[in-house]
């Protein structure tokens, strides 16, 4: 959630967009002039906005814009940020898995998560991305058939089946189902974090043909909000 009162949007540096602070990321320069990425929007100092996606990211950090948006060309990146933006997060997500399963709000195993998806309000189906297809279809189905009017449980596919057995304590872990709940919610929304990022399939972050354009500052260089 935004810090009181923080603006709810911001404009993107490579895109010119406006957007939500939730379908952005912020960048900071830390204090050896290395960027970092501050996913939690609190780190001091001025910050860089970029759409939340890992193309825009990528493109961001190709196009040189990071050291013109904060005014110092000593700024530092090292390596990957998009690939390290992408760790974050998913580090973030298998985080709210775990905090999810302590809370009771997270059921693994196949016959558990058949039961669940046939009688509790399961709003994830967390299916390991290398686990059988046999498996995976069937409670796909029963999911399908259960919830599809409603559009309320989504299919979960981007953690390997180690991922699962770190976040939730036990081992050979495929199948897992999210229950309603703060704390499954909240494992819900950081997943949905990650397959954004990933995926870039709501975005145009290159081109910026979503979003209100932000205003710029007469030399074609997008206003930077911190």
């Given at each position: 959630?935004?810090?009181?009162n923080?603006?709810?949007?911001r404009?993107?540096?490579?895109?010119r967009?406006?957007?939500p602070?939730?379908?952005?990321?912020?960048?900071v320069?830390?204090?050896?002039g290395?960027l970092?990425?501050?996913?939690k929007?609190?780190l001091?100092?001025r910050?860089?906005?970029i759409?939340?996606?890992?193309?825009?990211?990528a493109?961001?950090q190709?196009?040189?814009?990071f050291?013109?948006?904060?005014?110092?060309?000593?700024?530092?990146?090292?390596?990957?940020?998009a690939?390290?933006?992408d760790?974050?997060?998913?580090?973030?997500a298998?985080?709210?898995?775990s905090?999810?399963?302590?809370a009771?709000?997270?059921?693994?195993?196949?016959?558990?998560?058949?039961a669940?998806?046939?009688?509790?309000?399961?709003i994830g189906?967390?299916?390991?991305?290398?686990?059988?297809?046999?498996?995976?279809?069937?409670?796909?189905?029963?999911?399908?058939?259960?919830?599809?009017d409603?559009?309320t449980?989504?299919?979960?596919?981007?953690?390997?089946?180690?991922q699962?057995?770190?976040?939730?304590g036990?081992?050979?872990?495929?199948?897992a189902?999210l229950?309603?709940?703060?704390?499954?919610?909240?494992?819900?929304?950081r997943i949905?974090e990650?397959?954004?990022?990933?995926?870039?399939?709501?975005?145009?972050?290159?081109s910026?043909?979503?979003?209100?354009?932000?205003a710029n500052?007469g030399?074609?260089n997008?206003?930077?909000?911190?």
């Amino acid at each position: 959630m935004p810090r009181r009162n923080e603006p709810l949007e911001r404009s993107c540096a490579l895109t010119r967009n406006v957007r939500p602070v939730e379908e952005m990321i912020r960048f900071v320069a830390g204090p050896d002039g290395v960027l970092v990425p501050d996913l939690k929007r609190r780190l001091p100092g001025r910050g860089v906005w970029i759409t939340a996606s890992r193309d825009a990211v990528a493109a961001a950090q190709k196009k040189k814009v990071f050291p013109r948006a904060l005014k110092d060309g000593s700024v530092r990146i090292e390596g990957d940020l998009a690939g390290q933006v992408d760790t974050l997060l998913e580090r973030s997500a298998l985080n709210a898995v775990s905090l999810a399963r302590k809370a009771g709000e997270v059921l693994a195993g196949f016959s558990k998560v058949e039961a669940a998806l046939r009688g509790q309000e399961v709003i994830g189906l967390v299916q390991a991305r290398d686990g059988g297809d046999d498996g995976a279809r069937k409670l796909a189905a029963i999911a399908r058939a259960r919830f599809a009017d409603a559009g309320t449980c989504r299919m979960i596919g981007c953690f390997t089946s180690t991922q699962l057995d770190l976040a939730l304590g036990r081992s050979n872990v495929i199948h897992a189902a999210l229950l309603a709940g703060r704390a499954g919610e909240n494992a819900l929304v950081r997943i949905e974090e990650l397959e954004r990022f990933r995926s870039g399939s709501d975005n145009d972050p290159v081109s910026g043909t979503h979003g209100v354009p932000a205003a710029n500052d007469g030399a074609g260089n997008a206003v930077i909000q911190d």
